[in-house]
């Protein structure tokens, strides 16, 4: 299922710029060892699931997420997957705005999120080198663009 999800994601204009045609590297980091389609995926990049990446540990004011609605303790810390689209205009990111910029996303994801007692089992250190970095930043920039329909 989730393949397909990503191919119907793949082929589905995103009004995505040049720069994607040429880094197949990016995507392909997007898509493997980085492991970002474990959540971000579909049409809109997200798998429309709650998920604990630990944005919210050790913030003031505290907010617990979806366990507030749900009761269920495995919830906390859940927050829904955001879209990725035109994500190079929507910083800063989050649901409590407190992350600045891409290339923060992308250091908050190689270190493995923020560890809590109940953080997603997708995410672990990455241990990304510096261009691997760029190219996943470079990817995620160019999910901004003009959607043409196709003419
Ligand atoms: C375990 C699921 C999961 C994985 C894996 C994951 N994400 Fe996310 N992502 C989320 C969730 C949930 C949020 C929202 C968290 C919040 O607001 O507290 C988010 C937020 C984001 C945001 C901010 C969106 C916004 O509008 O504020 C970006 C950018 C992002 N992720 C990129 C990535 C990249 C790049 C990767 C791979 C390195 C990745 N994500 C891997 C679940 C995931």
């Known amino acids: 299922m989730r393949v397909i999800m990503l191919l119907l994601a793949l082929q589905i204009p995103l009004g995505l710029d040049r720069t994607t045609v040429t880094s197949g ?5 997007f ?3 980085a492991n970002c389609t474990a959540c971000h995926v579909g049409p809109n990049l997200t798998d429309e699931e709650f998920h604990n990446t630990g944005v919210f540990w050790g913030q003031e004011p505290y907010d617990a ?3 507030v609605v749900t009761g269920v303790p495995e ?3 859940k927050f829904k997957t955001p879209t990725l689209r035109e994500i190079g205009r929507t910083a800063p990111y989050m649901h409590d705005g407190s992350i600045a910029t891409l290339e923060e996303v992308v250091d908050f994801y190689d270190r493995g999120g923020n560890e809590n007692p109940f953080r997603d089992r997708d995410l672990r250190p990455l241990k990304l080198t ?4 760029t190219a996943l930043v470079v990817f995620l920039r160019s999910l901004t ?5 196709g003419r």
């Open 65 to 67: 997420g979806r366990v």
């Open 25 to 29: 590297a990016s995507l392909r980091l």
């Open 31 to 33: 898509r493997g060892r």
């Open 75 to 77: 919830d906390t810390g």
């Open 130 to 133: 510096t261009n691997e970095k």
């Open 145 to 149: 663009g003009t959607v043409t329909d």
